[in-house]
């Protein structure tokens, strides 16, 4: 299964900001601007949820809980997708993954390994 390479992850203090970055790698051979990128979280005994999400048109969607603070972009020519974390809060623990979504083939549907962010003093 191709995975995708995210990083950026880490500790940082209450009201800190973190920004991570998500690579698709040249294995997945369609088009980026074919797919929807995502990030969600998973917070331990915690079902995994939608954080942001962005179109090919870079039309973005975000969790209320962290609408205001968090921005997601992306860049098609480096195959890339970013999360900056702004305001960061210790409820904003949780490992973050990257996804990536085919809009025309829902078996193309990738994930990344995760990237651990603490928000702790």
């Known amino acids: 299964q191709v995975r995708l390479v995210e990083s950026g992850g880490g500790l940082v203090q209450p009201g800190g900001s973190l920004k991570l970055s998500c690579v698709m790698p040249r294995a997945i051979t369609s088009t980026f601007n074919m797919y929807t990128m995502g990030w969600y979280r998973q917070a331990p005994g915690k079902q995994r949820e939608l954080v942001a999400t962005?179109?090919?048109?870079?039309?973005?969607h975000y969790a209320d809980s962290v609408r205001g603070r968090f921005t997601i972009s992306r860049d098609n020519s480096r195959k890339t997708v970013s999360l900056q974390m702004n305001f960061l809060k210790p409820e904003d623990t949780a490992v973050y993954y990257c996804?990536?979504?085919?809009?025309?083939?829902?078996?193309?549907?990738?994930w990344g390994q995760g990237t651990q962010v603490t928000v702790s003093s």
């Open positions: 996804n990536a979504k085919n809009d025309h083939d829902d078996y193309q549907n990738y």
């Open positions: 962005i179109t090919s048109g870079r039309t973005s």
